[in-house]
């Protein structure tokens, strides 16, 4: 059955709230400049998180790892920029917040400072409950990330589903419900089993996102650059790929060569 949308001139974390308990559907997605944010957020989305996947999108690298703060800050103020209503939610990267709660709140302090975000994202649960509470008694609005953490490719050594195991499932849920008690407004769960997934969502009064995590979550995110298909290497399970703009931009690529080499670009009409 479907659900009236409220109508929101700007969303915010309040609004997310709203939202799941209306029963509506949170849509997120990734931006990490200007004029990919003004195109997303022109078409109506929630959410846009300025992910550390940048480091991978853009940058090339195989993992999360290598993005720095002020890579980020760069990043999530040229997004900013091409917003009028989505809630705007940046990574804090790998390194700037894991050993000293101190150092979480100085460089979520700069991102919101510095980029002009709405809202700062960490991995982690219980290891990182004092730098999410330091960083919280602060102000600022965190968002929580759960199940597979990128940023701990290298302790897990694979981007496999987590939370598999009862052991496991048992802690992420203890997490969810630590980082809701805490003040988070909202979860992110990645690569986990949908059937976890949905049991999280429902004993949560704050939203959660799913990546990986199947239909019974508050709301879903991808990768922009996946699900237009700029990527195709890339083909887990979770990814619908809207257009195949990977072929689309090589041809379009491969004509404009042709029509320089061929001096059919430019025609008379081209030119002053």
């Known amino acids: 059955m479907s659900v009236a949308k409220k109508q929101y001139k700007r969303i915010t974390t309040k609004s997310l709230v709203e939202m799941k308990a209306n029963?509506?559907?949170?849509?997120?997605?990734?931006a990490y400049d200007y004029t990919m944010a003004k195109i997303v957020d022109g078409a109506g989305i929630d959410v846009i998180l300025v992910g550390d996947s940048a480091s991978n999108v853009m940058a090339g690298h195989e993992t999360t790892l290598p993005i720095t703060l002020d890579q980020m800050i760069y990043h999530a103020s040229s997004v900013v920029r091409g917003v009028d209503r989505c809630l705007v939610v940046v990574d804090l990267p790998f390194g700037s917040y894991q050993s000293d709660p101190k150092e979480a709140l100085r460089s979520a302090i700069r991102i919101m400072k510095e980029s002009g975000?709405?809202?700062?994202?960490?991995?982690?649960g219980k290891e990182i409950k004092d730098s999410i509470k330091r960083i919280l008694n602060a102000g600022i609005p965190v968002m929580g990330h759960l199940g597979l953490t990128p940023q701990s490719i290298y302790k897990f050594g694979t981007y496999t589903v987590r939370a598999k195991e009862e052991e496991e499932a048992e802690k992420l849920m203890k997490d969810a419900l630590m980082l809701e008690k805490l003040g988070c407004f909202a979860i992110v769960l990645e690569k986990v089993p949908a059937k976890l997934a949905q049991k999280v969502a429902e004993a949560l009064t704050i939203p959660v996102i799913g990546?990986?995590?199947g239909a019974g979550v508050d709301g879903q995110v991808l990768v922009t650059h996946d699900m237009l298909g700029m990527t195709h290497e890339f083909n887990p399970r979770?990814?619908?790929r809207y257009l195949d703009l990977y072929t689309g931009m090589t041809n379009a690529f491969e004509q404009y060569i042709t029509d320089v080499k061929s001096q059919d670009f430019p025609n008379e009409e081209e030119q002053y």
């Open 23 to 30: 029963g509506e559907k949170i849509s997120m997605l990734t």
């Open 117 to 124: 975000g709405h809202s700062i994202k960490l991995e982690g």
């Open 211 to 213: 990546i990986g995590a």
């Open 238 to 240: 979770f990814l619908r």
